[in-house]
């Protein structure tokens, strides 16, 4: 018992000092709530979506160039999922020290410049980004509603083709939110992609 | 000082003043475009036992920072150890021009490599399962030892000197 008491102190530890995330959620589990800053000054959290059937949860940046590739991606996508239950939120988890085009000031302007309709959080302190597990920028957490709790449904990339969107050939988060709109199981659960590492703060 | 020790600065000093003058004459590599298949046997290759596989991009700046610990890996020419730095930018732009300069310009002496591939979801997982698809990531092999080492971080000074310790 005490050994095993250990082993978990001892993995938490190193977690901590490799600067990877500590919860690492997995398809399935529950999310814990959260409440962050949006570039309007409002505090958003979780529970304000208690009347969607879901969140299409984005931790994203400023600098990123698969950030930037992918920002009329992401626009659309709450375009057309917003009104069907599944609108976009954003966060950006970047330390602004280590990364200054991802402070505070500048996701306010990337937000003004792009018309943003949607949320754009910044996680200060980078415990959301380390809750979820998010690793790169942009990575997507498809959550589902279910009564007070968000379950993940879908944890990865938007599609398959970083250059282009229209040649992608799948469209993940597309997939997910529609399986999910009509009832059915999400079929692709989780993608990986290359992306840039979250900029966390120096331990 | 050993007499021993002193004969080792002193190679190194011959080989750092090698590579300026290389580097004054405008000495740059072409990097080769390889597919996962190309890479995978790279990995797997035998000798020399040691491969210190670091993934990176031109626009990625926490990797472009620890180029030179890679840098300095290679400079030091220990037997039986090869860097490899493992250009992605291709996922995002066709055109490895931006490689190339980028190689000239900082002068790049490690082997530099462009991955071609489409679908990351695909491919990232064939190469180390631990792996996110973030950048930087590194993949240390011992070949000898058997070992292997994935790091999903960018690296601090001397870090990768004790990981290859381990690798023993």
Not at chain 1, 10 to 36: E, I, K, N, Q
Not at chain 1, 65 to 89: C, E, M, Q, W
Not at chain 2, 138 to 161: D, M, V, Y
Request: aromatic fraction near 10%.
């Amino acid at each position: 018992m005490k050994t095993y008491r250990f082993l978990i102190i001892g993995t938490c530890m190193m977690a901590m000092a490799a600067g990877r995330p500590l919860f690492d959620y997995g398809v399935g589990d529950t999310v814990s709530p959260f409440r962050l800053k949006n570039v309007d000054g409002k505090m958003v959290a979780l529970a304000d979506y208690k009347d969607s059937k879901g969140v299409i949860l984005i931790f994203d940046c400023n600098t990123c160039p698969y950030s930037k590739a992918y920002n009329d991606r992401i626009i659309a996508l709450h375009k057309t999922y917003a009104s069907k239950g599944f609108p976009v939120v954003t966060i950006n988890s970047n330390d602004g020290e280590q990364s200054p085009g991802d402070a505070f000031d500048e996701m306010i302007s990337r937000a003004r410049r792009k018309k943003y309709d949607f949320p754009y959080l910044q996680d200060e302190s980078q415990q959301v980004a380390r809750a979820f597990g998010a690793t790169n920028t942009p990575h997507v957490f498809v959550l589902e509603r279910k009564d007070d709790a968000f379950v993940v449904a879908y944890i990865g990339a938007i599609d398959n083709n970083p250059r282009n969107g229209s040649l992608a050939d799948k469209k993940y988060v597309e997939d997910a939110v529609n399986a999910l709109i009509t009832g059915k199981s999400v079929a692709v659960k989780k993608t990986r992609a290359v992306g840039c590492g979250i900029r966390w703060k120096d331990v | 000082m050993p007499p021993l020790k002193a004969a080792v600065i002193m190679e190194k000093i011959l080989f750092i003043s090698g590579v300026l003058c290389f580097s004054i004459q405008g000495f740059s590599q072409q990097a080769e475009i390889i597919k996962l298949a190309d890479l995978q046997h790279l990995m797997e290759e035998e000798s020399p036992p040691v491969h210190i596989i670091n993934f990176w991009a031109t626009w990625c700046a926490p990797c472009v920072k620890e180029l030179p610990f890679f840098e300095k890996i290679t400079a030091e020419k220990q037997p039986g150890v090869q860097v490899t730095l493992v250009s992605l930018d291709l996922d995002l732009d066709p055109n490895p021009e931006k490689v190339y300069r980028f190689i000239a310009r900082k002068n790049i002496q490690s082997k530099v490599v462009l991955l071609d591939e489409t679908d990351p979801n695909a491919w990232i997982i064939k190469i180390d399962s631990q792996w996110s698809g973030a950048l930087p990531a590194t993949i240390l092999i011992n070949h000898q030892t058997g070992k292997r080492r994935f790091i999903g971080k960018a690296l601090e000074e001397g870090e990768l000197e004790r990981f290859l310790e381990g690798l023993q």
